[in-house]
């Protein structure tokens, strides 16, 4: 067995409403950081996978982003992948 280090990126979808990135977005105007915009705030998410191979490894996690860490309807997800 090998392990794997996955770093998970979710994010809501372009066509969702982000209400955190939008107050995040109007407070940098509060900040004097107006040049800041369009804020998405997101959730990362790091583990480890013990796998027989890359491609094992790559299938778990991404079964494991599409059942439990992000929600489809909303949000995408990217990750990635190396052997520690």
Do not use: W
């Amino acid at each position: 067995m090998k392990t794997f280090q996955a770093e998970i990126d979710v994010m809501p979808k372009k066509e969702i409403l982000d209400p955190q990135g939008k107050a995040v977005t109007g407070s940098m105007k509060n900040l004097g950081l107006a040049e800041i915009q369009n804020i998405r705030i997101g959730k990362h998410v790091s583990l480890q996978i013990e796998a027989e191979s890359e491609e094992v490894a790559r299938e778990k996690v991404d079964l494991a982003c599409k059942n439990l860490l992000a929600n489809l309807i909303m949000e995408s997800y990217t990750f990635k992948l190396e052997q520690v």
